[in-house]
T-cell receptor
Framework: DTEVTQTPKHLVMGMTNKKSLKCEQH?????MYWYKQKAKKPPELMFV???????INESVPSRFSPECPNSSLLNLHLHALQPEDSALYLC????????????FGPGTRLTVT | GENVEQHPSTLSVQEGDSAVIKCTYS??????FPWYKQELGKGPQLIID?????GEKKDQRIAVTLNKTAKHFSLHITETQPEDSAVYFC????????????FGSGTRLLVRP
């Protein structure tokens, strides 16, 4: 089983709202990732958690706040977003580092109005 | 700097023909090279990968070749089928980080029936 699940599938939020994206995997992977993907572009790395600790933050604005409550779950808390933050947000996981196969979830399509 | 170039950006082939997508990378320390297929409305799906100690890897109709000296790698799809139509991304690990993948810009493959 190489499944990464993400909820919700779609999210529309206003610029003053607070919302959260959720990601879950049960493959025993210890590295989890958040990516942002704009239309017709490749995924761009946002955050990496390794063994439930934040390992990489690619200079992401503070209106995006990641959280890793346990080894199977990854959240992305959203607050005061801008319309340009509208994108597909992808979660991924790998056994350990990225030299291991990295599996992506289906993504959350976010629209900021 | 971190960079993966991918060509062509679009590729149209007749069903049954072969398709080749090429990527070059800039970081000589890169040692893991996955390929992803992304269908409309879905997350990227890992289809094949290769590590730096191997020159070629094959899985049924899909093969990947790696030339470390020239810093380029290629995806070969034989006997293409309409369901192969998708966007394909190459990627490479970056530098000392074993957690960061740099993606190419993507190739939109259309297989005409």
């Amino acid at each position: 089983d190489t499944e990464v699940t993400q909820t919700p599938k779609h999210l529309v939020m206003g610029m003053t709202n607070k919302k959260s994206l959720k990601c879950e995997q049960h493959m025993g992977h210890r590295a989890m990732y958040w990516y942002k993907q704009k239309a017709k572009k490749p995924p761009e790395l946002m955050f990496v958690y390794s063994y439930e600790k934040l390992s990489i933050n690619e200079s992401v604005p503070s209106r995006f706040s990641p959280e890793c409550p346990n080894s199977s779950l990854l959240n992305l808390h959203l607050h005061a977003l801008q319309p340009e933050d509208s994108a597909l947000y992808l979660c991924a996981s790998s056994l350990q580092g990225v030299n291991y196969e990295q599996y992506f979830g289906p993504g959350t399509r976010l629209t900021v109005t | 700097g971190e960079n993966v170039e991918q060509h062509p950006s679009t590729l149209s082939v007749q069903e049954g023909d072969s398709a080749v997508i090429k990527c070059t990378y800039s970081d000589s320390a890169s040692n893991y090279f996955p390929w992803y297929k992304q269908e409309l409305g879905k997350g990227p799906q890992l289809i094949i990968d290769i590590r730096s100690n191997v020159g070629e890897k094959k899985d049924q109709r899909i093969a990947v070749t790696l030339n470390k000296t020239a810093k380029h790698f290629s995806l070969h799809i034989t006997e293409t089928q309409p369901e192969d139509s998708a966007v394909y991304f190459c990627a490479a690990t970056f530098g000392d980080s074993s957690y960061k993948l740099i993606f190419g810009s993507g190739t939109r493959l259309l297989v005409r029936p």
